[in-house]
């Protein structure tokens, strides 16, 4: 099996980018008072700091300054119509970004705030169309990581912030993702190191007569449910897109990486016998830690077989890890999309371009 990046290397290649590739030099900030307080003289001058949250890196911009959210959408190559989430550290910040807040999210914020839940609401008129991609709808989350938390407190303004890394590429978990990504063409980064959930939060609309889930995330279906009593799940998160996106995230390709992935859905047996059939130069496994013996290729882990939290704080380390080492194409084992296994499956079936074999 080709060796994959060391620790070492990875930090090698921090302490490379971070001095500086392009004409803009990413400063890389300590997540302390000191850090928290430079990345927050960033933010109030217009720039874009990437910051830590428990989900996955974000890349925060002043939410009610215009030029700087376009920053944003330029250093991630991001499509000017996909809307960013807005961060907020208090719950009286909505009042700057909605004219109404319905009951269920009230209820909802009480339950599942601070943490890795965001809803959709109606955008007040005040608030810069350029955030919500010109929707009359803004996403707002509350984030759970103090350092996140502490940077939008101090920068004394909620922050929009995406995903910090290139657009359609893995979510960032690691500092070195995020500047793998954007060294040099963002002001900084504050390393939090790994963040703990992995994927992306819950994205929940509000806006229509019966909740709908539109992104599964670290809050699952189950919880709402329970606490909403009603849930639609809207048939994008497990499906390929047709028709109108009741989110514009959803008809881009997310979170891929360079080699071509498909899932493989079957049993483990089946599955190791697909790939004895398959096995070729460039061929490459992505499998539970109890299949990862039997593989006839090189392999990387998804951790614990039934511990979606593992593998979700793994997948996108995992892809990464795949690009590096010269993967051509991936065969991954499917991920069962129940509980919190659902983010992971929808994560790893958008990544695979929704391409399966059901064997
Ligand atoms: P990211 O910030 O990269 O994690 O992506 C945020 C996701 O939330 C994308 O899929 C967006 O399309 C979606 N999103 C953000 N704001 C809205 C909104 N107002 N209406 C619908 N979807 C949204
Ligand atoms: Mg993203």
């Not at 991609?133 to 989350?141: H, I, M, N, P």
């Not at 993702?177 to 992995?198: F, Q």
């Not at 993967?327 to 929704?354: D, H, K, W």
Request: charged share 20%.
């Amino acid at each position: 099996m080709p060796a994959l990046p060391s620790p070492k290397t990875i930090e090698a290649d921090l302490r490379v980018c971070a001095k500086g590739d392009s004409s803009l030099q990413t400063e890389l900030l300590t997540a302390d008072s000191a850090g928290i307080s430079r990345a927050a003289e960033i933010i109030k001058a217009g720039g874009l700091v990437a910051m830590p949250t428990e989900t996955v890196y974000g890349l925060a911009a002043d939410a009610l300054n215009p030029a700087a959210v376009a920053k944003i959408f330029k250093a991630k190559g991001r499509p000017q119509d996909n809307p960013l989430i807005v961060h907020i550290s208090e719950f009286a910040e909505w009042e700057s970004l909605t004219d109404s807040l319905p009951q269920n999210a009230l209820l909802l914020a009480k339950c599942f705030w601070p943490g890795s839940l965001t809803v959709i609401l109606k955008k007040s008129p005040r608030g810069p169309g350029i955030v919500s991609a010109g929707l009359d709808t803004v996403a707002v989350r509350l984030p759970a990581h103090p350092v996140a938390r502490r940077l939008i407190a101090a920068a004394k303004t909620p922050l929009a912030a995406p995903s910090a890394n290139l657009s359609g590429s893995p979510s960032p978990t690691k500092p070195e993702h995020v500047i793998n990504d954007l060294s040099g063409s963002i002001e900084a980064l504050i390393d939090g190191g790994d963040c703990a959930v992995g994927v992306e939060s819950t994205v929940l609309d509000l806006t229509g007569e019966v909740p709908t889930l539109l992104r599964p995330g670290g809050v699952t279906a189950e919880e709402l449910r329970e606490t909403l009593g009603r849930l639609e799940i809207s048939p994008a998160v497990l499906d390929r897109f047709s028709g109108f996106p009741p989110s514009p995230g959803m008809k881009y390709r997310h979170y891929a990486p360079k080699a071509a992935l498909t899932v493989i859905h079957g049993s483990r047996e089946q599955y190791i016998s697909f790939l004895c059939q398959n096995a070729a130069p460039g061929i490459f496994a992505l499998c539970y830690s109890d299949t990862l013996p039997f593989t006839p290729c090189p392999a990387v882990s998804l951790g614990d077989r039934g511990d979606p939290r593992q593998t979700a704080s793994r997948l996108f380390t995992a892809l990464r890890e795949l690009d590096r080492a010269g993967a051509q194409t991936i065969y991954s084992e499917a991920v069962e999309p129940i509980g919190f296994g659902l983010a992971v499956a929808n994560r790893l079936l958008r990544a695979a371009g929704f391409r399966r074999i059901i064997l």
